[in-house]
T-cell receptor, first 115, second 114 residues
Framework: EAGVAQSPRYKIIEKRQSVAFWCNPISGHATLYWYQQILGQGPKLLIQFQNNGVVDDSQLPKDRFSAERLKGVDSTLKIQPAKLEDSAVYLC?????????????FGEGSWLTVV | AQSVTQLDSHVSVSEGTPVLLRCNYSSSYSPSLFWYVQHPNKGLQLLLKYTSAATLVKGINGFEAEFKKSETSFHLTKPSAHMSDAAEYFCVVSEGGTGNQFYFGTGTSLTVIP
């Protein structure tokens, strides 16, 4: 079974530039998550989708971050304009459903450095 | 409200000795609990999970964890550390339901000394 795919793996941009990350979840997984992991910290949820609808985006900095999952499958996370503090790993994860006992599976992450 | 506390930010063990990574949780309901491992420059890999079955959960690579409701703990153990176990470990709690959010601890960095 293919895992969660993410691209690009690594990106270096200057502050105020824009960047987009792509994620393809495990086939059949209805729930998709984007997490931000700053070096030395645990992952922080940015946004959670159920199919193509947003379940939780309370911690997404909406003035600069946006995400979409138009067809309920793959997803794109965009940052515009980027700030130095956005340097982090952006982890995409997916799960089959939202019920109790559900397990989330992570991609290998997209590493962003803002200079 | 849910939360997870990993009691040690760094643990150092010698190869071949036991590993203990401690995790306490707070949950209003019956939680699901997970341990994930993250090797350098890699994503998070599921080690094991507890839902509502046996309180002693066995995972991959010889790891296991015991759910103790009275102590609100879910400590991760391994009888004998291997060099390849050196990584960051995250304890995670989820209550399921309509939101099904996953709450991460701050992580424990495990160093294995040859």
């Amino acid at each position: 079974e293919a895992g969660v795919a993410q691209s690009p793996r690594y990106k270096i941009i200057e502050k105020r530039q824009s960047v987009a990350f792509w994620c393809n979840p495990i086939s059949g997984h209805a729930t998709l998550y984007w997490y931000q992991q700053i070096l030395g910290q645990g992952p922080k949820l940015l946004i959670q989708f159920q199919n193509n609808g947003v379940v939780d985006d309370s911690q997404l900095p909406k003035d600069r971050f946006s995400a979409e999952r138009l067809k309920g499958v793959d997803s794109t996370l965009k940052i515009q304009p980027a700030k130095l503090e956005d340097s982090a790993v952006y982890l995409c994860a997916s799960s089959f459903h939202r019920g109790r006992g559900n397990t989330i599976y992570f991609g290998e992450g997209s590493w962003l450095t803002v200079v | 409200a849910q939360s997870v506390t990993q009691l040690d930010s760094h643990v150092s063990v010698s190869e071949g000795t036991p590993v203990l990574l401690r995790c306490n949780y707070s949950s209003s309901y019956s939680p699901s609990l997970f341990w994930y491992v993250q090797h350098p420059n890699k994503g998070l890999q599921l080690l094991l999970k507890y839902t509502s079955a046996a309180t002693l959960v066995k995972g991959i690579n010889g790891f296991e964890a015991e759910f103790k409701k009275s102590e609100t703990s879910f400590h991760l153990t391994k009888p004998s550390a291997h060099m390849s176990d050196a990584a960051e470990y995250f304890c995670v709690v989820s209550e399921g339901g309509t939101g099904n959010q996953f709450y991460f601890g701050t992580g424990t960095s495990l160093t294995v000394i040859p």
